[in-house]
């Protein structure tokens, strides 16, 4: 079992930095491949970025490549998404989840997730 605890969250100007940090309970995190989704009013959840268990290797949705950056501590039970240059069309409730299945950008493909952190970007 695995429990997760996202924050970070808030609201920026468009072109504005926030650094999101999920912690997660539990000695088993390193065990865990982990993602980063988010969930846009009116719209379905979706894949933001993983990141691999061990060799840190990461994945993105094309609109945040270059933007935004997955990373993880092992030794802290933590992942982070670094998101430079916001737009307006980032604002969504963003989600970190965990599971076995590595480089997956499906929801089913997790196990675990938080409770989400709002972002909001004004224009």
């Known amino acids: 079992q695995v429990q997760l605890v996202e924050s970070g969250g808030g609201l920026v100007q468009a072109g504005g930095s926030l650094r999101l940090s999920c912690a997660a309970s539990?000695?088993?995190?390193?065990?865990?491949?982990m993602g980063w989704f988010r969930q846009a009013p009116g719209k379905e959840r979706e894949f933001v970025a993983a990141i691999r268990k061990i060799n840190g290797y990461t994945y993105y949705k094309d609109s945040v490549k270059g933007r935004f950056t997955i990373s993880r501590d092992n030794a802290k039970n933590t992942v982070y998404l670094q998101m430079n240059s916001l737009k307006p069309e980032d604002t969504a409730v963003y989600y970190c989840a965990a599971g076995m299945i590595e480089a997956t950008t499906r929801l089913a493909d997790y196990d675990y997730w938080g409770q989400g952190t709002q972002v909001t970007v004004s224009s």
């Open positions: 539990g000695r088993t995190f390193s065990t865990y491949a």
